[in-house]
C-alpha cells in the first residue's frame, strides 16, 4: 500500500511560486497503471481537483483556474510527484493533497490512497 506524504507548503506573497512534491514512503510500489493526482480544500469549501499525471505515458489534465500556471510532473525514480504553482492568487489558498487512483477522473471520490496535505497560503 502506497503511503503518500506530501511537502513544500508555505506562505508566499501574491504572485509568488511554489513547488509541491508528493513521495511514497510505503512499501507498496505505484502501479504503472495508475493516476496521481493534486487536490485542494479551503476552509468550508468542498474538495476540488488541481491536477492529475498518468504514470504510464504522463498525460496531464488541470482544473481551468490553475492552467496555464501550475504544472504537475513526475520525479525520475516515479514514486515521486510535483506540482509547480506559479503565479499564485489569493484564491489559491488551500490545504492540497496528493492522491493515487486507478481511473482518469477530476472526482476526488476515485482516488483511494491520500497524503496528509500541505497547507498553502498566498498573501494579497
Known amino acids: 500500500q502506497a503511503q503518500l506524504v506530501e511537502s513544500g507548503g508555505g506562505s508566499v506573497q501574491d504572485g509568488g511560486s511554489l513547488r509541491l512534491s508528493c513521495t511514497n514512503s510505503g512499501p507498496g510500489r505505484i502501479l504503472s497503471s495508475s493516476v496521481m493526482g493534486w487536490f485542494r480544500q479551503a476552509p468550508g469549501k468542498e474538495r476540488e481537483f488541481v491536477a492529475l499525471i498518468r504514470f504510464h505515458g504522463g498525460s496531464q489534465l488541470y482544473a481551468d483556474s490553475v492552467k496555464g500556471r501550475f504544472a504537475i510532473s513526475r520525479g525520475n525514480a516515479k514514486d515521486i510527484m510535483y506540482l509547480q504553482m506559479n503565479n499564485l492568487k489569493v484564491e489559491d489558498t488551500a490545504v492540497y493533497y496528493c492522491?493515487?487512483?486507478?481511473?482518469?477522473?477530476?472526482?476526488?471520490?476515485?482516488?483511494?490512497?491520500w497524503g496528509q496535505g500541505t497547507q498553502v497560503t498566498v498573501a494579497s
Open positions: 492522491a493515487i487512483g486507478s481511473q482518469y477522473s477530476t472526482n476526488h471520490r476515485e482516488y483511494r490512497s
